[in-house]
């Protein structure tokens, strides 16, 4: 009989359910902490079946890289997504990733990057010249102005599509913390937000294929509809749905997490600064620019390191995946937690620490100890794209703003597809 990494006791009945939904993070970090043999542990929840958590580069490197084969993405993406790029497998994944890679490799990104600036600076435009903004949904509409804009063809108006707006953020309602861990029968209030978000999306995408800008994405695939790819309407409205989500929500998380850093170090704060204030002075956010601001960089690395947007990256075993002395059978849920490693004492000194000067030197530790975008052949589709945007508006809002947190309570997070921030970010700006 496969001996299997253990799964420690939980509640009676209810296993490790209500931690899972109440205080997901720390339940999993303790799990690991107390029983985590091999630095993998099982996880006892409602509604999720057989799960292991794997927390060790190794595995990270054996099931994105060297032993790829041997595992799935598993429901998960395609419950969210449809069958689109981030979550197909195979020869589909490949036909896809071939059709839409042209759009975001590095070379595309000085056609994008002016129309980035275009709209980071209409959206800062709107920002007070001293009041306080809610940072997560400044950044999340932000970016999808952003996505919009540039891939899909048409511009949103600053102050409406609401609708849209409130149905791209609607995709995460599917992975909340409860949602995980009850069964699919359920109609949790996170389930049914996806639904709607769902509906209003593929509608959205209906009108947009026929409006959207010649060279978008919208534009291409529905061009080729009745070719091998996208054959059917549902494909394209899959594809297009799972970029309107991707596409903005990671860049969004990754931002707010950034200027709230910056906003609670002073120091980090002001050598940013310093540097955008050298660099670019008043004059736009250019290409070059962004490429001369190693400062901004690490910071900007630090935060994806301390909060990766991606918590967790779940797949499921297609072939028994040994672990120490241990095995996980064939068919068997496994979430691989970045946010773990990334806070691995291990490889990382003071892990909870915000340093950005750690990355000023090249500290040895395992090469996928840090994956913020995946890794292997499956990495970030939009990594290139990510980093530029990125980059862009954080130079800018560095130029433009003074900033300050509007809270002394620290920023707690919270899992849902993404990484959530819990309860409200008030970002306090005074226009320089």
Not at 288 to 296: R, W
């Amino acid at each position: 009989m496969t001996r299997r990494p253990p799964t420690p006791d939980g509640v009676p009945f209810i296993g490790h359910t209500l931690g899972y939904a109440t205080k997901p993070f720390d339940t999993v970090a303790d799990l690991l902490a107390e029983h985590g043999v091999d630095d993998v542990v099982g996880l006892d929840v409602w509604g999720m079946g057989e799960l292991y958590v794997l927390a060790h580069p190794e595995y990270f490197e054996r099931v994105l890289v060297s032993e790829r084969d041997a595992i799935s993405k598993g429901a998960e993406f395609t419950d969210a997504v449809g069958q689109s790029v981030g979550a197909v497998e195979g020869d589909t994944w490949r036909l896809q990733r071939t059709e839409i890679d042209p759009f975001f490799r590095w070379d595309r990104m000085s056609d994008y990057a002016p129309t980035m600036r275009e709209q980071v600076e209409r959206r800062l435009g709107s920002w007070p010249s001293s009041g306080t903004v809610s940072l997560v949904s400044e950044m999340k509409n932000l970016t999808l102005d952003i996505i919009f804009a540039t891939i899909l063809g048409r511009e949103l108006d600053l102050d409406g599509d609401t609708e849209v707006r409130e149905a791209a953020d609607g995709i995460n309602g599917l992975f909340e913390p409860i949602a995980w861990a009850l069964p699919d029968w359920v109609p949790t209030p996170g389930r049914r937000r996806f639904e709607r978000a769902d509906q209003v999306l593929r509608a959205e995408v209906r009108t947009l294929v026929e409006s959207a800008r010649d060279g978008s994405l919208a534009s291409r695939l529905s061009e080729a509809l009745g070719s091998e790819y996208p054959a059917t309407v549902e494909e394209m409205e899959d594809q297009l749905v799972g970029m309107i989500f991707a596409g903005h929500e990671t860049t969004a998380l990754a931002l707010t997490f950034t200027l709230y850093l910056l906003a609670t170090h002073p120091e980090a704060y002001e050598d940013a600064v310093a540097e955008v204030d050298d660099v670019v002075g008043d004059g736009p956010v250019t290409e070059e620019a962004i490429d001369n601001l190693p400062v901004l960089e690490r910071v900007l690395k630090e935060s994806l390191r301390l909060y990766p947007p991606v918590h967790t990256l779940p797949r499921v075993t297609t072939n028994p995946f040994s672990v120490g002395e241990r095995t996980i059978p064939a068919g068997t849920d496994i979430h691989l937690s970045v946010i773990r490693v990334h806070r691995d004492e291990r490889w990382y000194d003071e892990p909870l620490e915000f340093r950005p000067e750690r990355w000023a030197d090249d500290d040895e530790r395992p090469q996928y100890a840090y994956v913020p975008f995946g890794a292997g052949p499956r990495s970030c589709l939009g990594r290139a794209f990510a980093l530029t945007e990125a980059k862009i508006v954080l130079a800018t809002v560095l130029r433009d703003f003074e900033l300050d947190w509007g809270t002394d309570d620290p920023l707690e997070i919270t899992p849902e597809m993404t990484t959530q921030p819990k309860g409200s970010t008030p970002l306090v700006v005074r226009r320089r």
